[in-house]
Structure formats: C-alpha cells, structure tokens
C-alpha cells in the first residue's frame, strides 16, 4: 500500500471519529435540552397544583364562613 493510500485512510478514519464526535456532542445536547424542558414542565405542575390547591382551601374557607 502506498504512502498516499494510507494516509488518505488515516484522515478518513479521522473524519469518521470527527463525526462520531459531533454525533455524540450533539445527542447528549439534546438530551440536556430535553432535561431542562422536562424540569421546566415538573415545576410549572407543581406551581399550577399548588396554585389550585391554595383555590380550593380558599373555596372551603368560603363556603365554611358562609355556613
């Protein structure tokens, strides 16, 4: 084999650990961005639960005042 033909071989084994890389990089971005927009999802529920049971504890005092 030549000297040519083995470097091209190196810098396409080069390239293709490059993309591997990039790929990995890439995927593990997306996972964190998925993290986060899940994280960002939990608290809004927790917020809207607690905002609906501070409702509803209101609603009962309410309605027991009333009584």
């Known amino acids: 084999m030549s000297a ?3 470097f091209r071989g190196q ?10 890389q990039m790929t990995d990089t890439e995927m593990q971005e997306m ?3 998925t993290a986060d927009k899940f994280f ?3 608290v809004e529920v927790v917020l809207l639960w607690n905002t609906l049971n501070q409702a509803q ?5 309410t309605a027991d ?3």
């Open 4 to 6: 040519r033909a083995i």
């Open 11 to 20: 810098v396409a084994a080069a390239c293709r650990q490059h993309a591997k």
């Open 31 to 33: 996972l964190r961005e």
């Open 40 to 42: 960002l999802r939990a």
């Open 57 to 61: 504890l209101l609603v009962d005092k």
């Open 65 to 67: 005042d009333e009584r």
